[in-house]
Each structure stands twice: as C-alpha cells, then as structure tokens.
C-alpha cells in the first residue's frame, strides 16, 4: 500500500485548505484512514479518523472546524480544514488501517500564518 498525501501550503489565520491522500491498494475501502499531525518539537497526535463505513472521529482541537471525508471511487481521503490558525501549524500524515496492518504516507506540510 502507498499513500500519497498532497494539498499542504502556507495559509493566513482564518483560512482554509484541503488534503488529499490517494490510497494504491485495493483494500481502501475495508480500510479505516486517517489523518494525523506533527508540531515540530511535539509527538506526533490524531487528527480525524473515518472507518470504512463512514463513521468519522475527531481531535477536540478540530471539531467543527475540520471535515473528513473519502471517495471509494477514487480511493482518496480527504481532510477539509477551514478556520485555520497558527496552532494547525503542522507536518500532516495521512495513515491507513486494515487488519491491524498500519500504513503511512509522506508529511505534507501545512503552516498557518498569523
């Protein structure tokens, strides 16, 4: 399985940007995808989750500000962030989970100016 993540960039408080991950495999839609965040200097935390049904879950930090959302015609996940602010400053990570099988994808980056 590769992930390929993309959509990063550098954004004003306030703003909104959009991830994407494409999922290779042909499991993506049993999988449960995800995003996670890291800070530098900080552990790496979860973001939004959505299992293969469409169930979503959401860090605190993000809710009702962040959308999770995938195609299975396409194999992609998508993260909609919308109100954005110097505290989502962050390397974004895109997981995949199948079978108790874990997945990553390369960081993209994402940097909120304020």
């Known amino acids: 399985v590769q992930l390929q993540a993309s959509g990063g960039g550098l954004v004003q408080a306030g703003g909104s940007l959009r991830l994407s991950c494409a999922h290779s495999?042909?499991?993506?839609?049993?999988?449960?995808m995800g995003w996670y965040r890291q800070a530098p200097g900080k552990q790496r935390e979860l973001v939004a989750q959505?299992?293969?049904?469409?169930?979503?879950n959401y860090a605190a930090s993000v809710k009702g500000r962040f959308t999770i959302s995938r195609d299975n015609t396409k194999n992609t996940v998508y993260l909609q962030m919308d109100s954005l602010n110097p505290e989502d400053t962050a390397d974004y990570y895109c997981?995949?989970?199948?079978?108790?099988?874990?997945?990553w994808g390369q960081g993209t980056q994402v940097t909120v100016s304020s």
């Open positions: 495999g042909i499991t993506f839609r049993v999988s449960r």
């Open positions: 959505i299992t293969s049904t469409g169930t979503t």
């Open positions: 997981h995949a989970a199948f079978l108790g099988n874990n997945y």
